[in-house]
């Protein structure tokens, strides 16, 4: 890190790739780098990329310190200027966990070579749009209004910014993971909740013939707290989604994130999930593209989100399960498989229901794979529609004993 002086204030330079390697790396295309110059400098980037890495990084510098309109304070700002970070989760990795490791009252991120910088600012809006949180988004600009994209984030109050109150005691890393892993064999494995995972060893299975690997699940503890309000937790999520997309699926293929200091509060991590972590995943554009989630809960509760039809990352409404539980019924003619919805609803609620608040990430390529592999069955081996709800909550009525993860004791 390099300090540079730019008029009345003070910048803190940050001049860093994504790898690291040979001197070729962390360098941008000459592609992206002609795109955010003057025609007339194109030929000589050709023979000269290192001259042209410097001049966007000093005119970013100029730019972005003469329309801060708080440079005049004093205050420490940091810049970094990540020369390779092309796809969203990379910016949005670099951003959130940029800004935890430098501390600083004021981060600038610049992505000179981003693919699709429409995205940041959809994230700069949605960041605009938390309430309570510490932070606020002064500006965002695209090329050609600035040198290349940029988004600026300043605290409210750094002098408050580590002051969370009373800090809760939290199970270890290690038992978290122990009680998580068990989940999944134990449970999630043991009652074939679902079709593709079959331990913690084996994720995405069956799906060979669609091109996709067998590997194993992921587990990560993130010791963010509640009194953050969720900024923490975009860290914990970008950072395991980039880990995600840069490992083989061989060697990864999901990941359980888990968030201890939300076990107690369904309402609590429903919402840091529903209004917070979603809107970036959607802002960034990758829920369609890159990843899948789901938010699952000690005191999970369907009934509480409130919502009658499919939301991202949520279990199907108790109704919607009901109901494909009473057509297969009635296609089989069999009065003893009708299910009250009250123990639909129970059994529902117990499929996402772990040892600890945990979001699941997931590749959005398997995903698309099983729907692949399920359409290229035949008419007798392909499973009904909306069948492993079916099969989920009848294998879990009545609950199998010894699950009732809100009544978890920690022993610390």
Same mark, same amino acid.
């Given at each position: 890190m390099a300090a540079l002086g730019v008029g009345d204030?003070?910048?803190?330079?940050?001049?860093?790739g994504i790898h690291h390697g040979d001197d070729s790396i962390g360098m941008p295309s000459a592609m992206a780098l002609t795109s955010l110059l003057a025609p007339t @400098? &194109? *030929?000589?980037?050709?023979w000269n990329k290192e001259g042209a890495r410097h001049d966007i990084w000093r005119e970013l510098v100029h730019h972005v310190h003469d329309n801060d309109n708080d440079n005049d304070k004093e205050e420490e700002a940091v810049m970094e200027c990540v020369w390779d970070a092309e796809e969203e989760w990379q910016v949005a990795e670099r951003l959130f966990g940029g800004w935890r490791e430098k501390k600083a009252s004021s /981060?600038?991120?610049?992505?000179?070579?981003?693919?699709?910088?429409?995205?940041?600012?959809?994230?700069?809006? *949605?960041?605009?749009? %938390?309430?309570?949180?510490? %932070?606020?988004? @002064?500006?965002?600009?695209? #090329?050609?209004?600035?040198?290349?994209?940029?988004?600026? +984030?300043?605290?409210? !109050?750094?002098?408050?910014q580590n002051k969370v109150g009373v800090r809760p005691i939290l199970p270890q890393e290690e038992t *978290?993971?122990?009680?998580?892993?068990?989940?999944?064999?134990? /449970?999630?494995?043991?009652?074939?909740?679902?079709?593709?995972?079959?331990?913690?060893?084996?994720? $995405?299975?069956?799906?060979?013939? *669609?091109?996709?690997?067998?590997?194993?699940v992921g587990l990560r503890v993130s010791y963010c707290l509640k009194q953050e309000e969720g900024f923490l937790l975009?860290?914990?999520?970008?950072?395991?989604? &980039?880990?995600?997309?840069?490992?083989?699926?061989?060697?990864? $293929?999901? +990941?359980?994130?888990?968030?201890?200091?939300?076990? !107690?509060?369904w309402n609590a991590f429903s919402h840091v999930c529903d209004s917070i972590v979603e809107p970036t995943l959607e802002a960034m554009g990758i829920t369609q593209t890159c990843i899948g989630r789901a938010w699952f809960h000690p005191l999970y509760n369907t009934t509480s989100v409130g919502h009658d039809t499919v939301l991202p990352?949520?279990? +199907?409404?108790?109704?919607?399960? #009901?109901? /494909?539980?009473?057509?297969?019924?009635?296609t089989t003619m069999d009065a003893s498989n009708v299910l009250s919805l009250d123990q639909v609803s129970k059994a529902n609620d117990l499929v996402r229901q772990t040892p600890?608040?945990? +979001?699941?990430?997931?590749?959005?390529?398997?995903?698309?794979?099983? $729907?692949?592999?399920? $359409?290229?069955?035949?008419?007798?081996?392909?499973?009904?529609?909306?069948?492993?709800?079916? &099969?989920?909550?009848r294998q879990l009525t009545p609950p199998p004993p010894n699950h009732n993860y809100a009544a978890i004791v920690y022993s610390i």
């Open positions: 204030g003070s910048w803190s330079m940050v001049d860093s @400098v &194109r *030929v000589q980037l050709a /981060f600038c991120l610049a992505v000179p070579a981003m693919k699709r910088p429409e995205a940041l600012e959809r994230l700069a809006t *949605v960041l605009s749009s %938390f309430s309570n949180q510490p %932070f606020v988004v @002064v500006k965002c600009e695209l #090329h050609p209004d600035a040198p290349a994209p940029y988004i600026q +984030i300043k605290m409210l !109050d750094s002098t408050n *978290v993971k122990e009680n998580m892993a068990q989940w999944v064999d134990g /449970f999630l494995g043991r009652n074939r909740l679902c079709p593709y995972t079959s331990s913690m060893r084996a994720s $995405a299975v069956g799906l060979s013939s *669609v091109g996709v690997s067998t590997g194993p975009l860290d914990a999520v970008w950072t395991c989604i &980039r880990e995600l997309m840069e490992t083989p699926e061989s060697e990864l $293929a999901t +990941i359980l994130l888990s968030v201890p200091a939300y076990d !107690d509060d990352g949520h279990a +199907i409404p108790h109704t919607m399960v #009901h109901n /494909f539980v009473s057509s297969s019924s009635t600890h608040a945990t +979001i699941n990430l997931l590749r959005r390529s398997q995903l698309n794979a099983a $729907a692949q592999y399920e $359409a290229s069955l035949g008419t007798n081996d392909r499973p009904p529609p909306n069948s492993v709800y079916v &099969r989920n909550v």
